[in-house]
């Protein structure tokens, strides 16, 4: 069991280390802005199917949220923002992340006493979750494959639950149209800001009138 323990602890190490070294690097990633699809998922407990979604929020950073089930004893939601580094091309990614997790779960209890495995449902669980996953994008769909390990604060016997994913996603909008509205956008503010430090510079006469009228 502690040995067990000893590479979770390492292997999520590792996801942290991983997604470290990704925000360090500069590359471009994501040619989507917000996708929307269906993610399957698969542990040695349950399988689930749900949806997943999907927002960029920065230039490599990405918000996910996933809602899942398996449309018995298990069904949980997850919000994580993920950190993306293209490679090869931006339409091929790998990527780690964090999140947290909430849900209504099974537990299994073993009583070593009498050998007995005792199974309950129905249990409100709180986690954290990490994820690391590839992705590719191509004709306005995308795909991905991610392992997502779960950390159980509240509710459940297992303080690790992991979970493999599989999802598949339709672009709703592209990178390009996300990047000319933020353009768009930031060419709007430029240009308020531009008027109102226009309205707000004093012309010479009123300089002149202000002085004149404080000497009399």
């Known amino acids: 069991m502690k040995q067990e323990r000893f590479y979770i602890i390492f292997f999520s190490t590792g996801i942290v280390l ?3 070294f990704l925000c360090s690097l500069s590359v471009q990633a994501q040619s989507y802005g917000t996708t929307l699809g269906l993610r399957f ?3 040695n407990l349950t399988r689930t199917i749900g949806l997943s979604m999907q927002h960029r929020i920065f ?7 996933i809602v899942q089930s398996d449309f018995s004893n298990n069904t949980t939601a997850h919000a994580l923002i993920e950190q993306h580094h293209g490679f090869l091309t931006k339409r091929f990614n790998i990527y780690a992340g964090t999140g947290i997790a909430l849900g209504s779960e099974e537990s299994e209890v073993k009583d070593p006493m009498t050998k007995e495995l005792v199974r309950t449902f129905g249990n409100a669980t709180v986690g954290v979750d990490l994820i690391l996953g590839i992705e590719f994008t191509l004709l306005h769909y995308n795909f991905s494959l991610d392992y997502k390990p779960n950390f159980n604060m509240v509710g459940r016997e297992e303080w690790y639950r992991g979970q493999v994913g599989f999802s598949a996603r339709s672009v709703l909008v592209t990178g390009a149209k996300q990047n000319k509205k933020r353009r768009k956008r930031a060419r ?3 240009k308020k800001q531009k008027t109102k430090d226009k309205e ?3 012309l010479f006469g009123d300089f002149f009138q202000k002085v004149f009228k404080k000497k009399n």
């Not at 230039?59 to 949220?65: D, P, Q």
């Open 18 to 20: 991983l997604l470290a």
């Open 59 to 65: 230039k490599k950073a990405t918000l996910e949220g």
């Open 200 to 202: 707000e510079t004093p």
């Open 41 to 43: 998922g698969n542990n």
């Open 188 to 190: 709007g503010r430029k």
